[in-house]
Structures are given as structure tokens and as C-alpha cells.
């Protein structure tokens, strides 16, 4: 199994910036399509971003579109989540994923692995 591991989370103020960093030193991520997720307390886990194997195809959530831009380096076998005019309402818990579909998935049941989470906090 796939060992994923987000950092980079922590607080910051309402209009800063955080660079979410998701990584594996197991396999290759080159062949996954990638996606980041999250979930504020009492809330469902919802797609933030998602990006294609090859990195030639992103989505992103409209809720965070034109704010946050998804990127991965395959050679650095790492995912990058930009974030930029942050609202306290991106406050969650950043979830990494991976799936075997190589396309830019936006539903969670198309992953199949998961990282453990970073927290964002974001404050008025």
C-alpha cells in the first residue's frame, strides 16, 4: 500500500497563503491521479482539487476555484496544494489521495489511498 504524507498545514490569517505538500517514499506516484480533499468538524469529507496522472488535466472545487491551484512534480514524487486568499471557512482537515484511475476524479470513492490529514486554521 501507498504511504502518503501531507505537511504544510497550520494557521494563517484570512487573505494569507499556506502550500499544502503531499509525498511517498514507497512507490511511484506517477501512475495515480491525485486529489485533495477536506472536512471541517461536523461536516462531510468534500473534493477540493484533483489532477490527472500526468498532471494535464486539474479540477477544482468552485468553492475554491481561482484560489487554490492543485500541481504535482512526478520526478519529486510529490503533490502540491497552493492555497491563496484564505477564508475561515477553508478551515479543515486536508486530506491527500491517490487513485488508480489516472484521470482527475472528483468523488472520494475513486481513491484508494488516503494520507492522515494536516489541519488548516484559518482566523478572522
Known amino acids: 500500500q501507498v504511504q502518503l504524507v501531507e505537511s504544510g498545514g497550520g494557521l494563517a490569517q484570512t487573505g494569507g497563503s499556506l502550500r499544502l505538500s503531499c509525498a511517498t517514499s514507497?512507490?511511484?506516484?506517477?501512475?495515480?491521479?491525485m486529489g485533495w480533499f477536506r472536512q471541517a468538524p461536523g461536516k462531510e469529507r468534500e473534493f477540493v482539487a484533483s489532477?490527472?496522472?500526468?498532471?494535464?488535466?486539474?479540477r477544482h472545487a468552485d468553492s475554491v476555484k481561482g484560489r487554490f491551484t492543485i500541481s504535482r512534480d512526478n520526478a519529486k514524487n510529490t503533490v502540491y496544494l497552493q492555497m491563496n486568499s484564505l477564508k475561515p471557512e477553508d478551515t479543515a482537515v486536508y486530506y491527500c489521495?491517490?487513485?488508480?484511475?489516472?484521470?482527475?476524479?472528483?468523488?472520494?470513492?475513486?481513491?484508494?489511498?488516503w494520507g492522515q490529514g494536516t489541519q488548516v486554521t484559518v482566523s478572522s
Open positions: 489521495a491517490g487513485s488508480r484511475i489516472r484521470v482527475a476524479s472528483t468523488t472520494s470513492v475513486a481513491y484508494d489511498f
Open positions: 514507497g512507490r511511484t506516484l506517477r501512475d495515480y491521479g
Open positions: 489532477i490527472s496522472s500526468s498532471g494535464g488535466i486539474t
